[in-house]
T-cell receptor, first 113, second 115 residues
Framework: KAGVTQTPRYLIKTRGQQVTLSCSPI?????VSWYQQTPGQGLQFLFE???????NKGNFPGRFSGRQFSNSRSEMNVSTLELGDSALYLC????????????FGQGTRLTVV | AQTVTQSQPEMSVQEAETVTLSCTYD???????LFWYKQPPSRQMILVIR??????QNATENRFSVNFQKAAKSFSLKISDSQLGDTAMYFC????????????FGGGTRLMVKP
């Protein structure tokens, strides 16, 4: 069974640009969550999608957005990139909408220069 | 809002010995899950062990076990017979029954297993 796939693995962008990251969950999983990991702030929850609907949202500015497609694949978008957006972005998928084990992808390392 | 605190930024242990990682949390909720995740240099977060708050029995997975003290809001991880492959960052995480699959993580403990 294939795991959670995140693409791309590495990305370098310039300040002010926008970026889109992709996450393909484990087959059959319908819940996808996104996390930002930085040395200073640690792991922070961005948002969760289930059945194409955003269920939870963390405390991030509106420049961070996401969506989920009918096949459960999810994308997150960051507009007007800032240097502080440099981070490892992790995606996790879960089978059910609530209280189940989260399986993580290997992440996308975003560097903003 | 929940908070999770891991007070040990770094720890080391000799191969084959036992080590305990600490975690405390703060919540006003009575129903929740607690997790320990491992993040090796490959960066992929791997679930080590999970504890349901309504269960009094401490969870065990092979060499990994927890000491869950609900009243004290403490959730420590014990690794027995440490192996070189256990070298990684370990994160304690909280999941409320009322917040979907959202995880709140602690700051992590970097564990080094020495040969």
């Amino acid at each position: 069974k294939a795991g959670v796939t995140q693409t791309p693995r590495y990305l370098i962008k310039t300040r002010g640009q926008q970026v889109t990251l992709s996450c393909s969950p484990i087959s059959g999983h319908r819940s996808v969550s996104w996390y930002q990991q930085t040395p200073g702030q640690g792991l922070q929850f961005l948002f969760e999608y289930f059945s194409e609907t955003q269920r939870n949202k963390g405390n991030f500015p509106g420049r961070f957005s996401g969506r989920q497609f009918s096949n459960s694949r999810s994308e997150m978008n960051v507009s007007t990139l800032e240097l502080g957006d440099s981070a490892l972005y992790l995606c996790a998928s879960s089978l059910a909408p609530e209280r189940t084990e989260a399986f993580f992808g290997q992440g996308t390392r975003l560097t903003v220069v | 809002a929940q908070t999770v605190t891991q007070s040990q930024p770094e720890m080391s242990v000799q191969e084959a010995e036992t080590v305990t990682l600490s975690c405390t949390y703060d919540t006003s909720e009575s129903n929740y899950y607690l997790f320990w995740y491992k993040q090796p240099p490959s960066r992929q977060m791997i679930l080590v062990i999970r504890q349901e708050a309504y269960k009094q029995q401490n969870a065990t997975e092979n060499r990994f076990s927890v000491n869950f003290q609900k009243a004290a809001k403490s959730f420590s991880l014990k690794i027995s017979d440490s192996q070189l492959g256990d070298t990684a960052m370990y994160f304690c995480a909280f999941m409320s029954f009322n917040a979907g699959n959202m995880l709140t993580f602690g700051g992590g403990t970097r564990l080094m297993v020495k040969p």
